[in-house]
């Protein structure tokens, strides 16, 4: 859990039947911004900063026709899915709860946001955790958190 927050800010809501968002509202405004920002960076799904959100299928350089193939069927959905989700995190950032398909929207949305952002940041696995020096780091740490509250309420109530 992150020492901003003093209790978990996603939980499930038994007598409503959704998951309650508890932020405040410049943490919301940060989640509408990153899905915006990152909503123009899919306008070239080939961009090196998507790489890990769109790692090519074959990897053996003598299967370039078949990867060719795999981004012309495939690149166009899969851009779309992840278009579709980040708006639907845009459009509700605001609210105080989510379904759980709004929630599982939320997770997958987060995670490429992160993706992308690690990837910018040339962040690897097997990197020590630093403190973060700039905002670019901050906003990934805190995009690794709120991945972590979305997974631990989805789990929680399952």
Sequence with gaps: MSPLFGGRTITWDQKSGAYRV???????QVIVELMEQFLELLEDPGAPVLY???PPAYSDP???????????????????????????????????????????????????????????LDIREED??????????SAYHWLNYLLEETVEALSRHT
């Design 128 to 137: 020590a955790e630093r403190v973060p020096s700039t905002a670019e780091e």
């Design 62 to 120: 003598a299967d370039i026709q078949h990867q060719d193939e795999y981004r012309r069927l495939m690149q166009d959905d899969l851009v779309e899915r992840r278009r579709a989700e980040l708006e639907l995190v845009a459009s509700t950032a605001r609210q105080s709860t989510l379904t759980e398909d709004q929630l599982l929207a939320w997770s997958r949305a987060i995670n490429s946001v992160r993706l992308a952002l690690g990837t910018y």
């Design 22 to 28: 508890e932020l405040d509202d410049g943490f919301r």
């Design 52 to 54: 890990r959100l769109f």
